[in-house]
C-alpha cells in the first residue's frame, strides 16, 4: 500500500511552504567536516538531500559544545579565508533554507559525552548549552557578491576604500534546525544511559518550548530494536544480525525507543556495519514495533566501505537503491545516506550526490511521487500590504504572506533600493535607522529555486528625533538624610571624547556606548564582544546614536 502525499502549513514561520510526502519520506546525509572542496556548496545545492547531519558534535560536563574542524562554530572575519566546512552548510542554508542543518552529536570517537548526563545538573548545562547553540545566528560569508546581495556594512576594502566585492563579505544569516543524537558506545549502552538521554531529550523540549520548530533525532545501532535474546545465537525469531558470533548490542535500545515516540521526529537506524547477511528489514520492523510509528523509521545506508565479519566491502549501487525504494513502499519514514564529504570510493562530490538523488528518484517512484517533470520557474506572488510603523527607536514592517506553486521560503528586504537583510517571516525590524531621516522600503518574496517575486508596495517612514532623545521635566527631589556619604553620578554622554573605541573581547552592558568606524552606538543588550558581531553589523545588538 502506497501513501497519500499531503500538503501541511508551516505557521510557524508565516511563509507558504508544501510539504509533500518528503516529510515522511525523508532523504537525509550526514555532512562531514572533513574531504570539502571550496566548490562543493554549489554542487550540494543541487542534491534532493532534505536534512544534513552535521559530523560530528561533542559537549563536555560543563555543557560546552565543540564540533569537528569548528564545522558549527562562527569563525573569525577574514576577507580571504573561511573553513571549507562552515561556508559550505552555511552557503547551502541560505541559499535553500527548506533544507534543514542538524549537528549530530556523539558517535564512537565523541562516545565519552553520555558520561556527562548522570546527573540533573550536569544534564542542565548540556542542555542550555544546546539550546545556546540552536539559537546562535550563523553569518554567512560568500566572495564576488553583487551589491545588492550585501547585507550589512562591507567588511573588507579595497585601497581606494571601495568594498572588495571580491573578498568575503556577509549575505546573510542563517541558524540550525535541530540535533541529532548519534546514540553509540564500543560497550553495550545501560538503561540508565537510555534514562538519562531521555530526560536530556526532554529538557531541551522544554527549553525550546512548545511553539518550537527545531528537529530533534535519535540514531541508533542496527540490532538497538532486537529481542534481547538474540544475544544468543541459538535464537534466531526476530533477530536481525545472525552470525555465530551475536552482538553485544541487541535490543539495548528498548527502553529509550518505547518512550520517545513523541520526543524525536525521526529515528535513524544504522542498517549497515553488519555485514553482507544483515537482515535490515528484520531490523526496520522491530524499530517500528518498539517505537509505534513506522513513518518516524529511516533506514540507514552507507555509500562508502563498511564493516563486515568476514571483511570490510562496499554495498552494490544496485542494492541501495533498492532499499530507499522498500522503505517507500513500505510506509516507512526515508532513508539516511553515510555520507556527503569524506569518500573511501574517491566518488567526487558530483558523483556523491547524483548516487543519492538516484537513491531519492527511486523511493519518490515507489510512493507514486515521481514529481514534476521540469524545473519550477514560476515565481511567487508579490508580497501585499506591506506596512511600516515607528517603533521606539527602530521602524518595523510588516506584510502578508506571498504564495507560490512549490513554497516560498524567505523574503528580502529592500531599504533605499538597496537590499539590507532576508527573513523567512513576514515582519521585519530595521535597527539601524536614524533620526529625522526618512526611509523607504519594499519587498520581495525568493522560492527554493530562486524565483523571484514582483516587488511590494512602497512604504516610507521617519523616526522623529524627540522619540530618539526626549527631554524629561526637571522633578525637584527633597533631600534626605543619607546612610552614607554618595558622590553625584555624571550621565553618560555619548559625544565625550572618552567614548571608547569597541573592542573584540569587551563584556559590554546595555546603555553602554562605544565607537566604530567612526559612528558611535548604544548596547542593547548584554554580551562579549565577538570578531563578527561588530556594532555595524549586528543590529540585535547595538543601535548607532550619532
Known amino acids: 500500500m502506497k501513501k497519500i502525499p499531503f500538503s501541511l502549513i508551516i505557521g510557524a514561520t508565516l511563509f507558504a511552504q508544501t510539504v509533500s510526502a518528503s516529510e515522511q519520506n525523508r532523504t537525509i546525509s550526514y555532512l562531514t567536516s572533513w574531504g570539502l572542496h571550496n566548490d562543493d556548496a554549489n554542487v550540494i545545492k543541487s542534491s534532493k538531500v532534505d536534512t544534513f547531519l552535521l559530523s560530528f558534535g561533542k559537549w563536555d560536563s560543563e555543557g560546552n559544545i565543540e564540533t569537528s574542524d569548528n564545522i558549527a562554530s562562527v569563525p573569525a572575519y577574514d576577507g580571504y579565508w573561511m573553513p571549507v566546512a562552515y561556508s559550505t552548510w552555511t552557503q547551502v542554508k541560505l541559499a535553500q533554507p527548506q533544507k534543514k542543518m542538524m549537528i549530530a552529536f556523539g558517535g564512537q570517537t565523541y562516545e565519552e559525552i553520555w558520561s556527562h548526563l548522570n546527573s540533573e545538573a550536569g544534564r542542565e548545562k548540556v542542555a542550555k548549552g544546546l539550546v545556546k547553540k540552536l539559537n546562535t545566528p550563523f553569518p ?57 538521554l531521555l530526560k536530556l ?7 525550546l518550548g512548545p511553539d518550537s520548530k527545531k528537529l530533534l533525532s535519535l540514531t541508533t545501532y542496527h540490532v538497538g530494536a532486537d529481542p534481547v535474546e538474540c544475544m544468543n545465537n541459538t535464537v534466531e525469531k526476530d533477530c536481525s544480525y545472525v552470525e555465530d558470533k551475536r552482538s553485544s548490542h541487541h535490543g539495548e535500545v528498548l527502553s529509550l525507543l518505547a518512550k520517545s515516540k513523541d520526543v524525536y521526529d525521526f529515528f535513524n537506524v544504522m542498517t549497515y556495519d553488519a555485514g553482507r547477511n544483515f537482515r535490515y528489514k528484520v531490523a526496520m520492523a522491530n524499530y517500528a514495533r518498539a517505537v509505534g510509528d513506522a513513518s518516524k523509521i529511516v533506514v540507514g545506508a552507507t555509500i562508502n566501505k563498511q564493516w563486515a565479519a568476514e571483511g570490510n566491502f562496499v554495498e552494490s549501487r544496485q542494492n541501495n537503491i533498492a532499499r530507499a525504494e522498500w522503505q517507500a513502499e513500505n510506509n516507512y519514514g526515508g532513508f ?47 508580497p501585499a500590504d506591506l506596512n511600516a510603523s515607528v517603533q521606539g527607536e527602530n521602524i518595523r514592517l510588516s506584510w502578508q504572506r506571498s504564495e507560490d506553486n512549490v513554497g516560498v521560503t524567505g523574503y528580502w528586504i529592500y531599504r533605499n533600493s538597496i537590499r539590507v537583510d532576508v527573513t523567512t517571516t513576514t515582519g521585519w525590524l530595521d535597527r539601524t535607522a536614524q533620526p529625522e531621516v526618512e526611509y523607504s522600503y519594499y519587498v520581495m518574496a525568493v522560492d527554493a529555486a530562486g524565483n523571484v517575486s514582483p516587488a511590494s508596495n512602497t512604504v516610507e517612514a521617519k523616526i522623529p528625533q524627540e522619540v530618539i532623545d526626549p527631554i524629561d521635566p526637571v522633578v525637584p527631589v527633597e533631600p534626605v538624610d543619607p546612610v552614607i556619604p554618595v ?56 543601535n548607532p546614536i550619532k
Not at 531529550?201 to 527549553?207: A, G, K, M, P
Not at 573511501?344 to 517512484?365: F, L, P, R, W
Not at 546595555?510 to 548584554?526: H, I, M, N, S, W
Open 140 to 196: 554567512v560569508y560568500k566572495k564576488n557578491l553583487k551589491p545588492e546581495e550585501l547585507v550589512g556594512e562591507c567588511q573588507s576594502q579595497n585601497w581606494d576604500g571601495s568594498c572588495n566585492m571580491g573578498a568575503y563579505q556577509r549575505a546573510g544569516t542563517v541558524y540550525l534546525d535541530g540535533i541529532d543524537f548519534d546514540f553509540e558506545k564500543e560497550a553495550r549502552l545501560t538503561e540508565e544511559e537510555n534514562d538519562n
Open 336 to 382: 539516511f545516506v553515510w555520507t556527503l564529504g569524506a569518500s573511501t570510493e574517491q566518488m567526487n562530490m558530483e558523483d556523491q550526490v547524483d548516487y543519492i538523488n538516484e537513491m531519492k528518484t527511486a523511493a519518490d517512484n515507489a510512493m507514486g511521487e515521481p514529481g514534476k517533470p521540469g524545473e519550477d520557474d514560476i515565481a511567487p506572488s508579490a
Open 201 to 207: 531529550s526532554q529538557r531541551v523540549r522544554e527549553l
Open 487 to 542: 558622590d553625584p553620578v555624571e550621565p553618560v554622554d555619548p559625544t565625550d571624547p572618552s567614548v571608547k573605541e569597541w573592542q573584540v573581547g569587551v563584556n559590554y552592558k546595555a546603555g553602554d556606548t562605544v565607537k566604530y568606524q567612526g559612528k558611535e552606538y548604544r548596547c542593547l543588550q548584554a554580551h562579549s564582544a565577538m570578531q563578527h558581531w561588530s556594532p555595524a553589523a549586528v543590529q540585535a545588538l547595538w
